[in-house]
């Protein structure tokens, strides 16, 4: 089993930056998938980038803007995250998988408790 623990949310005016750190323990983490969700009040959760040993995946939304990455030696992965808008506000969550990469949420079975990030206009 892995334990995930997101750090990093906050409020920030619009075009701020924040980085998310998801911290996992519990199992290696190398050669998992890592990825982040998010969910604004009312929405669904949606994909917005993940990090693999074959390339990073970024949701249209953010392209440019965020940077997954990650560092395996304290078994971290970060979300930096720029230029920041008001609908990038949400609880963000960050999850992990075995195998191949997926931008769909169901797939992942290990998730951290999420992590507030509000974006001012």
């Known amino acids: 089993q892995v334990q995930l623990v997101e750090s990093g949310g906050g409020l920030v005016q619009t075009g701020g930056s924040l980085r998310l750190s998801c911290a996992a323990s519990?199992?290696?983490?190398?050669?998992?998938?890592m990825a982040w969700f998010r969910q604004a009040p009312g929405k669904e959760r949606e994909f917005v980038a993940l990090?693999?040993?074959?390339?990073?995946v970024y949701a249209d939304s953010v392209k440019g803007r965020f940077t997954i990455s990650r560092d395996s030696a304290k078994n971290t992965a970060y979300l930096q995250m720029n230029s920041l808008k008001p609908e990038d506000t949400a609880v963000y969550y960050c999850?992990?998988?075995?195998?191949?990469?997926?931008?769909?949420?169901?797939?992942?079975?290990?998730w951290g408790q999420g992590t507030q990030v509000t974006v001012s206009s």
């Open positions: 999850a992990t998988r075995l195998g191949a990469r997926t931008t769909n949420g169901p797939d992942y079975n290990n």
């Open positions: 519990g199992r290696t983490f190398s050669n998992w998938i």
């Open positions: 990090i693999s040993w074959n390339g990073d």
